[in-house]
């Protein structure tokens, strides 16, 4: 069973950066990596993915040209790289996986089978 695990939420000023990890329990060779958020009262939203072969990436609009997906396959993790954050990214951020996207991935969360916890991100001043 692959577990995920996120690390790296914590309270940021506007304009901030933070990175994210997400730390898997195996190899996630065979895996592609997404990135979501929830804030209170709103529906979840996919911000980043990443193939499982590390040559593909998409990004949602909002979070294009500020936020950067990477993964380190020796190290089974994955992070996200948040720079100019504003209050409007404040929620709980999740890593997921998907099977089988070796060369490509979809930023859908139907398509990603295993999530981990959540780390909770606060921009505020």
């Known amino acids: 069973q692959l577990q995920l695990v996120e690390s790296g939420g914590g309270l940021v000023q506007p304009g901030g950066s933070l990175s994210l990890s997400c730390v898997a329990s195996r190899s996630l060779d065979q895996y592609a990596i997404g990135w979501f958020r929830q804030a209170p009262g709103k529906e979840r939203e996919g911000l980043s993915c990443?193939?499982?072969?590390?040559?593909?990436?998409e990004y949602d609009d909002s979070v294009k040209g500020r936020f950067t997906i990477f993964r380190d396959k020796s190290k089974k993790t994955v992070y996200l790289r948040m720079d100019s954050l504003e209050p409007a990214d404040t929620a709980t951020y999740y890593c997921a996986a998907a099977s089988g996207r070796v060369t490509h991935c979809v930023l859908s969360g139907d398509d990603f089978g295993w999530w981990g916890q959540g780390t909770l991100v606060t921009v505020s001043s």
């Open positions: 990443i193939s499982s072969d590390g040559g593909s990436t």
